[in-house]
């Protein structure tokens, strides 16, 4: 399995796999358009020419970029796939010195196995509130909020 960034034409698997969750109520879903206007933001991991995994890293100030769309294929989870796309998030946001990560969602003990902590939805600045207007779920939103610092180069 390979960890790499997302191509175009892994975009209706990345789609398929995110939408299924979503679905599941597990996370938000996403239309096409926004994953490949977003196509940059993601990593995949990938079996041959299957995706088993996606995420992504969409950067929204100087200090703060959010990990968005984590989705491993159920039978390819508890093998670190999800660990490797974090990682690579987290490695993304330190190489272009952004500081703060922060992420919205109903696993917040999956995201605390690397460095993020638990905070007041209401601590998060209103700049990330934008596309939660757009949220079928605004304002009664049940997803948790965690931060992760990355410690970068002075
Ligand atoms: C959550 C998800 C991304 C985890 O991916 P995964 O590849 O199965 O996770 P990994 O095997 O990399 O697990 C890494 C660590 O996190 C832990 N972990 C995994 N899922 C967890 C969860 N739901 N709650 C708490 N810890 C979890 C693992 O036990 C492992 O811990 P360890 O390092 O101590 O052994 C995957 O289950 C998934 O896609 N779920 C459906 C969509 C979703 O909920 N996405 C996340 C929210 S946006």
């Not at 703060?64 to 490797?84: C, F, N």
């Not at 998030?89 to 690397?114: H, M, N, Q, R, W």
Request: hydrophobic content about 40%; aromatic content about 10%; charged content about 30%.
């Amino acid at each position: 399995m390979k960890l790499e960034k997302a191509k175009i034409n892994d975009v209706p698997e990345m789609h398929k796999l995110i939408n299924y969750f979503a679905e599941k109520g597990e996370m938000l879903a996403r239309p096409l358009s926004e994953i490949y206007e977003n196509i940059r933001d993601f990593f995949v991991v990938k079996e041959g020419e299957r995706v088993i995994g996606c995420a992504a890293l969409h950067v929204c100030w100087s200090d703060l970029a959010e990990v968005k769309s984590v989705a491993v294929a159920e039978d390819k989870q508890d093998q670190k796939v999800g660990a490797k796309l974090i990682e690579a998030c987290l490695a993304d946001a330190k190489a272009l010195g952004i500081s703060t990560v922060f992420c919205l969602t109903y696993k917040p003990g999956f995201f605390e196995k690397f460095d993020f902590s638990q905070v007041d939805k209401m601590e998060l600045p209103r700049k990330v509130w934008t596309e939660c207007y757009r949220c079928p779920k605004f304002p009664d939103c049940d997803e948790v909020a965690l931060i992760c610092r990355i410690k970068t180069e002075a």
